[in-house]
């Protein structure tokens, strides 16, 4: 029956005959206000007909449930009063807002309340931590300093270690510690009374510590970096890192950005991942080193300040040394070269510098160059050469246990390379692409087409072609055209180049 009533008020309304509501002869007493749905806004409207609100419960809201309204759906309707039955609705969902608002309120203010509450009890803590002083049991046995690599030789027998704090949880009795000191992580459990000074309360992320303790191996069920834990009598704080918004973890995380990993690299350093990256960098170089002097290569350490180019003066860093022209050096080659004759086979490790303003994973500014020279060798014995340096450096790498359980960790598909490489000639290399629809723009027309000989092989279609293959690749004898002057030409073939 009120479905009817309501209906006929609207009817009323609209032919302008009433504007009360049913049973009521009261009229809107407060200001008229401008609704459009269409292009209206509760957030920054006004209620002017030039600034309408979006929504009738926006506009009791910012101007009170006794509004006189007008809407329209479009900008070039007419503006109408709204119908009673609407305003019914509306108000009722005004008063349904109310209460979550005041609720909301009572909840804050709740909530506040107990915030202050917590806050003082923790100030109130802390100022009672202050109270508490560690002092190191002499009655126990002398703890041997050890470093954390070490620190599982110890099982049962008293240790001191020193450390960053790596991870923190921090219980209401007890606290844990992932402790990493370059050497390893370790898992320190601090309890009791330890837990309760003021530097525990307030220990934060990569502050430095000394921790003493028996050796422990972790319970059945639990886990911990090498399957032990510390267990401390004594600790104290070496110094504190920052807390707040200068914290470690306010710094950077998982999620920052690539351009403010790098401004903090220092810190990035830190991080499992990174330090892994660098061990195993450091594990390469000794491989190579090894896997050199296995072969009867020398290592040579030529300058890095040059005064000679070796390839494009383009792509120099110059400098001045001492009023003289000088540039960092691109490569050193020209060294090794003048070594042969005294010493032999030679190769080195040395920061080459090219100054190509490019963003691809091809150019880098500043990258560790490992080059060598061989004497009297055919170009098929510089490819077995290298072929031969890769994969015995990289069994080297892959024998050390903790190595190669990074390398997995950083790249769980990587395949040991396997004797013999592939060797593809240049003209084989353009006959597989094209057999492999991998084409290549063209400079003029913009058009995908075949690839001929006489093609610089794009690195976009290098990179599909040895990702679908699969395995290491020679691919050599690239024609004279493409190549610099010097490189020697294949003979009998001499449009082709030992390159």
């Not at 703890?143 to 209401?172: C, D, M, P």
């Not at 057999?435 to 723009?441: A, L, P, S, V």
Request: glycine letters at 6%; charged letters at 30%; one cysteine or more.
């Amino acid at each position: 029956m009120s479905q009817v009533v309501d209906k006929i008020v609207d009817k009323v309304t609209n032919l302008g005959l009433s504007n009360t509501l049913p049973g009521s002869s009261e009229k809107p007493t407060g200001p008229t206000v401008y609704v459009q749905e269409s292009t209206g806004s509760d957030e920054t409207g006004d209620g002017s007909s030039e600034k309408p609100y979006a929504t009738v419960l926006g506009a009791m809201v910012a101007k009170g449930p006794d509004v006189s309204i007008l809407t329209r759906k479009q900008p070039t309707d007419e503006w109408t009063a709204i119908t009673p039955t609407a305003v019914k609705k509306a108000k009722k969902s005004y008063e349904l807002h109310e209460k979550k608002m005041k609720k909301a309120a009572e909840n804050k203010d709740k909530l506040e309340k107990e915030a202050a509450e917590m806050k003082e009890r923790e100030a109130k803590r802390l100022e009672e931590s202050k109270k508490l002083q560690l002092v190191e049991d002499a009655s126990l046995p002398p703890a041997t300093k050890v470093k954390i690599r070490a620190s599982g030789n110890y099982h049962e027998q008293r240790v001191r270690v020193f450390g960053w704090v790596h991870r923190l949880r921090q219980q209401k009795e007890n606290t844990f510690i992932v402790l990493r000191d370059g050497s390893g992580y370790l898992q320190c459990f601090i309890g009791g009374k330890m837990a309760q000074t003021y530097d525990a309360l307030t220990l934060t992320l990569e502050s430095t510590v000394e921790i003493v303790g028996t050796m422990k191996p972790v319970p059945d069920g639990k886990t911990a970096p090498d399957g032990h834990e510390l267990i401390a009598d004594y600790w104290r704080l070496v110094h504190a890192a920052p807390a707040g918004d200068d914290a470690f973890s306010n710094k950077i995380n998982e999620h920052s950005d690539p351009s403010l990993l790098a401004d903090y690299r220092h810190l990035v350093l830190r991080g499992e991942k990174a330090a892994s990256v660098l061990r195993v960098r450091a594990a390469m170089l000794g491989a190579f080193r090894t896997t050199f002097e296995k072969l009867g290569v020398l290592e040579v350490t030529p300058p890095c300040m040059v005064q000679t180019q070796v390839e494009g003066g383009a792509t120099l860093f110059k400098l001045d040394y001492y009023g003289q022209p000088a540039f960092l050096t691109q490569s050193s080659q020209l060294y090794l070269e003048t070594c042969l004759p005294s010493l032999g086979d030679v190769y080195c490790v040395q920061e080459s510098f090219r100054a190509e303003n490019s963003h691809t994973r091809r150019h880098l500014s500043e990258y560790t160059h490992l080059e060598a020279e061989l004497a009297f060798i055919t170009f098929d014995d510089l490819m077995t050469h290298i072929e031969n340096i890769i994969c015995d450096s990289v069994e080297l790498l892959l024998a050390d246990p903790v190595i190669s359980k990074l390398v997995y960790q950083l790249n769980p598909k990587f395949q040991q390379p396997k004797r013999p490489f592939m060797r593809l000639d240049y003209r084989d290399a353009i006959k597989w692409l094209n057999d492999h629809g991998i084409k290549r723009e063209d400079e003029t027309t913009h058009e995908m087409v075949d690839h001929v000989v006489g093609d610089d092989i794009a690195e976009a279609a290098e990179r599909k072609m040895t990702d679908e293959i699969g395995v290491p690749i020679f691919l050599h004898k690239f024609p004279r055209e493409l190549k610099a002057f010097y490189m020697k030409r294949v003979p009998g073939d001499e449009e082709y180049t030992e390159s």
